[in-house]
């Protein structure tokens, strides 16, 4: 069954630290993977998708994905976290057709 | 100018009533979805229409019915409210079933 982990439902990092978030991902077909950004009581926005183009992706706010097929991975990082980030951040796959099954979530924290 | 809108924002209601969520997309998009987020953040797809036709139905109590008047708008009726309907809705929507831009959510609250 496709399907979509998150690896930590929270993470904590200091200001300027390098954010992690990781994502794997099991889908039958060619995965089109995106990273969606929730900020409190918002909806969801995308922060950047892959589409089978360039395996490293780069999206808004200076976060950036690597899309690693031998390990179904396409973790979400950004080299200098700040406080603005703090949000929750959601990894989803197309599963075909017109069906995204989103993860459960990493909520991410940055301390000052 | 507001891409995927929803009315109302907050709604706050007995058991048993009956009410409805709207959503109006303005990007010309031919895919519009309905999504629960439950109090642990959860996101699950509920229905989707594209060009006016449901095409995704999950597994949803047959309370709740979408219906889709033009491509612009999905609206979501849910009949004989429960607690356990206590959540935010989100629409969204997308071109041909490509990355989704999400409406603000409504906060639904069953007393």
């Known amino acids: 069954a496709q399907s979509v982990t998150q690896l930590g439902s929270h993470v904590s990092v200091s200001e300027g630290a390098l954010v992690l978030l990781r994502c794997n991902y099991s889908?039958?077909?060619?995965?089109?993977l995106f990273w969606y950004v929730q900020y409190p009581n918002q909806g969801l926005q995308l922060l950047l998708k892959?589409?089978?183009?360039?395996?490293l992706v780069k999206g808004i706010n200076g976060f950036e994905a690597e899309f690693k097929k031998s390990e179904t991975s396409f973790h979400l990082t950004k080299p200098s976290a700040h406080m603005s980030d703090a949000a929750e951040y959601f990894c989803a796959v197309r599963v075909g057709g017109f069906k995204t099954i989103f993860g459960a979530g990493t909520r991410l924290f940055v301390k000052a | 100018d507001t891409a995927v809108s929803q009315t109302p924002k907050y709604l706050v209601t007995q058991m048993g009533n009956d009410k409805s969520i709207k959503c109006e997309q303005n990007?010309?998009?031919?895919?519009m979805y309905w999504y629960k987020q439950d109090s642990k953040k959860f996101l699950k797809i509920m229905f989707s229409y594209n060009n006016k036709e449901l095409i995704i139905n999950e597994t949803v109590p047959n309370r709740f019915s979408p219906k889709s008047p033009d491509k612009a708008h999905l609206n979501l009726h849910i009949n004989s409210l429960e607690l356990g309907d206590s959540a935010v809705y989100f629409c969204?929507?997308?071109?041909?079933?490509?990355?989704?831009?999400f409406g603000p959510g409504t906060r639904l609250t069953v007393l």
């Open positions: 969204a929507s997308s071109q041909e079933g490509a990355w989704q831009f």
């Open positions: 889908s039958s077909v060619p995965p089109y």
């Open positions: 990007l010309g998009h031919d895919t």
């Open positions: 892959y589409t089978s183009a360039a395996t």
